[in-house]
């Protein structure tokens, strides 16, 4: 069994990653009075989750770039230098002044940042989950490779915590005027101590011969494409849901017209239950990853609706908004024990880190990405605050299709059949073709 101290090598080092990307939706209101002009508060507010989404733009590209360096120098050298980029975009973020003291500027100085934050983040997910889940015997890759969903939780976590810290001791004039400011600085002041920790992880990638970024890219592309493809499908299923419950304390907020505490404590609150989700998800190992995958997704489909419901009547008690999204955090994330172990078995070893980093990287960017935005425009629009619910539908509606048609690779058959665990029918016909 992987190490504890190695398993918390990666977390921490994930979580500041997500941390670090993720607070600035948090503080999505602030930071739009800070750095977008404009009289209208739905205005600025746009401008402000628009630059969030631009984040996603360089996600992509990270996932390549870095993907494929896991997969050519190791999984330990790529993640030091996602900590690394991370680290320097949130400490341009953090001292940023606003419009008012230099203008244009402004803005266009938090978008670079963003853009290197998105760089960072896409290059993180594929090596991390990779290092967890060639660090443990197959029939326990779930229930490890399960840190990744609660690294990203401990992220939410975090910052709602310091959210909720800061709205209740700080005056509002404070919070817009530099306290949204305080998260994105203990992010950069933790970070030396995980990247300190992270390059003191063992290798699990064997020595192989020197191949170039292209032609990993190469591979990858030509010969795993339907893979990528399904693997984007899945993705979208579960990050649109994702970013939903993200934007619940902005949501919260605008919307549903409750206080910045409770919008604060709604999140903080969700990310409890979400992280009690994937501990009660993590059984996927014993009774099969895609069976469990497409129940535990039917049934979050089954109440999105009617907690929507609930969170939106007139007479709804924040209480009783707090306990709906909770109650939806906690079915949705019995998926993410198994998602993380479910994708990267699509791929062989030899392309693997950027396999998945890639498909992550473009179901976040394209579906997730434009989430908040579009769920904000929408909500504006139609005036009709069911629009997350309706939207989540959709998306793990496609997530389950996607889940229903990806294979694991052959490498993955055949260590299934070497430790004697037990194959499903549909694939045994796959597994002796390539035995033959």
Not at 56 to 72: E, K, M, S, W
Not at 316 to 334: E, G, K, Q
Request: glycine share 8%; proline share 6%; net charge positive.
């Amino acid at each position: 069994m992987l190490p504890m101290k190695a398993v918390v090598a990666v977390v921490i080092g994930n979580l500041l990653e997500f941390y670090d990307f993720l607070v600035f939706t948090f503080f999505a209101v602030m930071i739009a009075d800070a750095f977008f002009p404009g009289e209208s508060q739905i205005t600025r507010l746009l401008g402000a989750l628009a630059t969030f989404g631009v984040g996603f733009v360089t996600r992509p590209l990270g996932a390549a770039v870095i993907g494929a360096y896991a997969d050519r120098k190791g999984r330990r050298a790529a993640l030091t230098l996602t900590l690394l980029l991370m680290a320097f975009g949130s400490t341009v973020v953090a001292v940023t002044p606003p419009y008012a003291l230099i203008g244009l500027a402004a803005p266009i100085i938090l978008l670079v940042a963003r853009l290197i934050q998105g760089f960072s983040c896409g290059g993180e997910v594929g090596p991390a989950t990779t290092y967890l889940l060639e660090s443990v015997p197959i029939d326990k890759r779930a229930a490890v490779t399960a840190w990744q969903g609660y690294s990203q939780q401990l992220a939410i976590f975090l910052g709602s915590l310091v959210g909720v810290i800061l709205t209740s001791t700080l005056s509002p004039d404070a919070m817009h005027a530099w306290g949204w400011r305080v998260p994105f600085l203990l992010g950069v002041v933790i970070a030396p101590v995980a990247l300190y920790i992270r390059r003191q992880l063992p290798e699990t990638l064997e020595p192989q011969v020197e191949r170039s970024t292209s032609d990993v890219l190469g591979t990858l592309l030509r010969e795993h494409w339907r893979a990528v493809a399904i693997g984007i499908l899945i993705i979208c299923g579960g990050t649109v849901s994702t970013y939903v419950f993200n934007y619940m304390t902005t949501y919260a907020i605008t919307t549903l017209h409750l206080s910045a505490t409770i919008g604060t404590t709604l999140t903080l609150a969700g990310s409890l239950a979400n992280m009690a989700g994937i501990y009660i998800g993590v059984s996927v190992d014993r009774f099969g990853r895609k069976r469990m995958l497409i129940l535990q997704r039917a049934v979050f489909v089954s109440i999105v609706y009617p907690a929507y419901l609930l969170m939106t009547a007139p007479d709804a008690s924040p209480w009783l908004v707090v306990t709906m999204n909770m109650l939806l955090n906690c079915v949705f994330a019995t998926t993410l024990g198994a998602i993380y172990a479910f994708l990267p078995e699509a791929f062989p070893k030899s392309v693997r880190s950027s396999g998945l980093a890639i498909l992550y990287a473009l179901g976040v960017t394209i579906f997730g990405g434009t989430t908040q935005f579009v769920v904000a425009w929408l909500i504006d629009w139609t005036k009709n605050p069911m629009v997350p619910a309706w939207y989540q539908i959709a998306a793990s509606l496609a997530g389950i299709a996607g889940v229903a048609l990806l294979r694991p690779h052959e490498e993955v058959l055949h260590e299934r059949a070497r430790d004697q665990l037990p194959i499903p029918n549909s694939q045994l016909p796959h597994l002796q073709k390539e035995q033959v």
